[in-house]
């Protein structure tokens, strides 16, 4: 080991200046990890701040005249707008379902504003608009009300849809990610990385073996079999965005626990595991669109899995881990071969590596 | 998964970890030349579950990192025409240049694509004839078999508007850079089991014999590198010094020849630059002159562009495996994967990166290189 003279007088050593921070947006602002949090923490949050907001959950609980409401928003801007297992517009309307559902409502209500880019095909339009009402029916909400604008050819990418969600929270329960406690079981309701990677292999025209369908599902009632198992349920998400790697991190943060991950136990579709290993993505940060994250108290546990597992949208759930009140804010995996690694969450999008 | 579960068992790993062990006597440092091998070692902690007595110091072999500021820079001014789709790697785009990164030259409007395939570009070449289709050809002899064949197949078939930058490097004058440092600390190498699979491992059994160093060509799984470091201890222990091959299942001494044909059709040997480390001679590859016309250096006049690195980080003794990653005072400080300052931070394969996103900054009860680097040297 050379000293420190050594080091001085190395040849090499060059490397460039650090950047700036982000002039202009880039696609990782939008990627759910931190240059998302970054938007967030430096834009929207100090401009809008309130107690709701505040909470950063995926959805504000009101209190209203003694009635419980959940509310939330989201859009989708999914390319392509039809894919395996779904399209833009069950998306959509499950999308929103869920984020109601994850704070324990019943959804109820759906607004839904559409952007149409000039030149889409009317033919795909009712495409998307029949999927939205059947995915509606399914969940048992009402599409009350919307908006629909066109832009100019090349200023959009045929159809983007934001869609407000209305729910009613009739349960007395406090579901919400700063809720981790020690001890708590972290639950998992199925196989990752399925919706990620299906957009993945349509974008790039991939084709794997096995096919790779979205996930794309509504969540409630999952949710609400979960609550009549026990109400001793404390956290729950949706990993969309960012995957099950960046819920875990908001959840330790927002709680300051720490969690403790074993990586073998978290169900990964041979086909889809598959497709991240040749394009060198991890999973665990792959999107998913029908599945959730739960933090349990440890006596309600069992119950609660025993459930999940009885559900259709439950079969493959476990318990992929605890929470831990040594390292607060860090998520640790254990890895397959007895190692161990911190789960971090993502800068921007991940990018496939070269080899 | 087969292939997959088979080398990441969990009883393989512990019976190789006993042998590791068992064969060990004395303290050794080794490195692993591959960024994916790195990748591996700190995605499943393997450098934790080894005895104390190993060290292993992670080598050059991130193509990412090594590609020089000026050719990122060249990069960009392409990038950033009007008439230029702009195809790399993935990761590729976050690298930055003096300026910005790829990512950034996008949101401002350049046509910056991800390829899979250097052979899509062929595709996108058809599909928009009024535009230039700019391939970044950077690698080590693993791409390379890709690239060539894109630009072979480009003239076949006459697309006259697909040109590549050339970044590629070679790995086997890297490590005769390292072993003929003063400072060198590497007593044996996990070779690198991709480039090899293309390559062969001739080149080095030169290098062993003259050196007198161990080099056993590794895969990237648990298992592999775990054979790996047992079948370097053991050299190391016994007093041999011969190249072997843990990674049989994809590596013959000849390598591939249809793959190793096609780049000697299309490249010659050259001096190559190598962001952190500097100038290294016949150490990378550029276009043979029947094949320059597809220069994109030429094409779009760029040769002037000359960035100077400015020294501030370690990452050229990273690469050399002369210090750690968290030995670097702005080592998750300035220097993080959104802000990279130094090579091995941008790209995932990168040391630097691969210590931060598996947390090796923030792991609790974490071994510190200090301590480890006292017992071993």
Known sequence: MPDDKDHRVMPGGACPVALPDHKQIVLGHGS????????????????FRNDYLAQLNDQAVLDLNGSRLAFTTDSFVVTPIFFPGGDIGRLAINGTVNDLAMCGATPRFIAAAFILEEGLAADDLV????????????????????????????????????????????????????????????????TIGDHGMAIMSQ?????????????????????????????????????????????????????????????????????????????????????????LVAVVAPEASEAVLDRMRSHPLGGDACCIGEVVAAHPRRVLVKTEIGGSRVLDVMMGEQLPRIC | MKYLDEYRDAGLAQGLLEQIRSAQKHPWVLMEVCGGQTHSIVKFGIDDLLPSGIELVHGPGCPVCVTPLELIDKAHAIASRTDVIFCSFGDMLRVPGSECDLLTVKSRGADVRVVYSPLECLKIARKHPDKQVVFFAIGFETTAPANA??????????????????????????????????????????????????????????????????????????????????????????GRAEVENQYVRAVMRDGNTAARRIVSSVF???????????????????????????DAERRFDVGAIDTQEPAVCISGEVLRGIRKPHDCPAFAKECTPAHPLGAT?????????AYYLYGRHLKPGNRSTEGKAAQTG
């Open chain 1, 203 to 291: 974008r790039e025209g991939l084709e794997f073996e096995g096919p790779i369908e979205s996930d794309t599902a509504a969540l409630h009632t999952l949710v609400a079999a979960m609550l009549e198992a026990s109400p001793e349920i404390h956290c729950l998400r949706d990993p969309t965005r960012g995957g099950v790697a960046t819920t875990l991190n908001e959840i330790a943060s927002r709680s300051d626990v720490g969690m403790e991950i074993d990586g073998r136990s978290i169900p990964v579709h041979e086909s889809v595991r598959g497709a991240c290993e040749i394009l060198g993505l991890d999973p665990l940060y792959v999107a998913n669109e029908g599945k």
């Open chain 2, 268 to 294: 010659e040997v050259c001096e190559r630059k190598w962001r952190g480390v500097g100038p290294i001679p016949q150490s990378g590859y550029r276009l043979r002159t029947e094949f320059e016309a597809f």
């Open chain 2, 149 to 238: 064949m894109l630009v072979w197949r480009a003239k076949q078939e006459g697309l006259e508007n697909v040109s590549v930058l050339v970044s590629h490097v070679l790995v086997p004058p890297a490590i005769e850079a390292i072993l003929d440092s003063p400072w060198n600390r590497v007593q044996g190498f996990l070779g690198p089991g991709h480039v090899c699979a293309i390559m062969g491992f001739r080149e080095y059994e030169e290098i062993s014999a003259r050196f007198k160093v161990p080099i056993v060509i590794t895969g990237f799984e648990p298992v592999d590198l775990l054979e790996g470091v047992l079948m370097a201890v053991r050299q190391l222990e016994e």
């Open chain 1, 32 to 47: 759910g990890g931190k240059l998302t949090q970054d938007l967030i923490e430096k834009i929207f949050l100090p401009n």
């Open chain 1, 127 to 190: 495409r998307v608009v029949e999927s939205m009402r059947m995915a509606a029916a399914e969940a048992g909400v009402l599409l009350v009300t919307g908006d629909t604008k066109v832009v100019n050819r090349g200023k959009g990418d045929q159809v983007f849809i934001t869609t407000t969600g209305l729910g009613v929270l009739d349960r007395p329960v406090k579901i919400s990610a700063d809720e981790a406690r020690p001890g708590d079981r972290i639950l998992l309701s199925g």
């Open chain 2, 345 to 353: 931070m941008v790209s995932s394969e990168g040391a630097c990166a």
